[in-house]
């Protein structure tokens, strides 16, 4: 994700490369979902947050510079009633060409493969909300077939079959089980709209 981050940088305008924010997408969900997702609730955006972190992070290493990031999500869904979460990739891209950001980079952070979301929400929707808003915008690649990606998925595979006592992960947030016990992300009936009627 970080090098195809950075690829996207470099399609910009050389004048807004250097100060070009970051803007990290996920598939949004309903709001009760993402605050009961994990064993201990909030594990979902906590995770995509995270992920956003480390790749700003490794790509201000390689850059010499930080850059500003945000998270935002696409392909909310769902009755308009019931809140999900956001804030919607369109509705940032506004807030950052309101706020003066010279550029952003579209980083689906929360995805492994181009598909019609990504397509659609990003590359047609995102892309002409920028345009109006007079914002340059590149969309970063997803990891897809990359060769590095799909040895790391062989190298998952691999590990889960010798069942290591520690599993290793990055950042903050400790590698998750490898399944979920049957009451994990549950959402309680009285958190779901329309339940109990």
């Known amino acids: 994700m970080t090098r195809a981050a950075r690829a996207a940088i470099t399609t910009l305008p050389p004048v807004v490369q250097r100060d070009a924010w970051l803007v990290f997408t996920a598939h949004s969900v309903p709001a009760a979902m993402a605050a009961a997702s994990g064993p201990a609730g909030g594990l979902y955006p906590a995770q995509l947050a995270e992920a956003s972190r480390l790749v700003a992070a490794q790509l201000g290493e390689q850059e010499g510079h930080e850059r500003p990031w945000r998270l935002a999500y696409q392909s909310r869904s769902g009755p308009p009633a019931v809140?999900?979460?956001g804030p919607d990739i369109c509705d940032q891209l506004a807030d950052l060409a309101a706020g003066g950001a010279p550029a952003a980079v579209v980083?689906?952070?929360?995805?492994?493969s181009d598909h019609v979301?990504?397509?659609?929400?990003?590359?047609?929707?995102a892309a002409r909300a920028?345009?109006?808003?007079g914002l340059p915008m590149a969309r970063a690649a997803t990891p897809g077939t990359d060769p590095r990606f799909v040895s790391m998925v062989t190298e998952l595979?691999?590990?889960?079959?010798?069942?290591?006592?520690?599993?290793?992960?990055?950042?903050s947030l400790s590698s998750g089980p490898d399944s979920c016990p049957n009451d994990c992300c549950r959402i309680p009936a009285a958190r779901i709209p329309g339940a109990g009627r």
């Open 83 to 85: 809140p999900w979460l």
């Open 107 to 112: 980083v689906p952070v929360g995805f492994v």
């Open 117 to 125: 979301e990504v397509l659609y929400d990003l590359d047609i929707e």
């Open 130 to 133: 920028a345009e109006r808003l």
């Open 157 to 171: 595979v691999i590990e889960r079959r010798g069942q290591p006592a520690q599993v290793p992960a990055l950042g």
